[in-house]
């Protein structure tokens, strides 16, 4: 079955960098679109980033020009470089895959069926 687990969260001071890293296995990785969403206490899940099969990126407003979205195919993972970060990106991140292959990106949670566990980053001021 299909498996995104997500590793490198923690506790970082503002204006501190992290890298995020999803591995995944039981899809092939290279046709799916891969997401990152964030979910803040209180709130509703986010959409964070999002990179294409070609590799094509997006991003909210809110974290352009801070965060940075890769894969790596040949090792079925997708990376989260956050730099610069502000409180406000204190939130569980989540990786996502796309529901279809070769589809494009999409920022709509409900076009994404698998899903990590999740991993806690907060930003202390």
């Known amino acids: 079955q299909v498996q995104l687990v997500e590793s490198g969260g923690g506790l970082v001071q503002a204006g501190g960098s992290l890298r995020l890293s999803c591995a995944a296995s039981?899809?092939?990785?290279?046709?799916?679109?891969m997401a990152w969403f964030r979910q803040a206490p209180g709130k509703e899940r986010e959409f964070v980033a999002a990179?294409?099969?070609?590799?094509?990126?997006y991003y909210v407003d809110s974290v352009k020009g801070r965060f940075a979205i890769s894969r790596d195919n040949a090792k079925n993972t997708v990376y989260l470089q956050m730099n610069s970060l502000k409180s406000e990106d204190t939130a569980v991140y989540y990786c996502?895959?796309?529901?279809?292959?070769?589809?494009?990106?999409?920022?709509?949670?409900?076009?994404?069926?698998?899903w990590g566990q999740g991993t806690q980053v907060t930003v202390s001021s």
């Open positions: 996502a895959a796309h529901s279809s292959r070769f589809s494009s990106s999409s920022y709509n949670l409900n076009d994404y069926t698998y």
């Open positions: 990179i294409s099969w070609r590799s094509s990126t």
């Open positions: 039981g899809l092939s990785f290279s046709s799916y679109a």
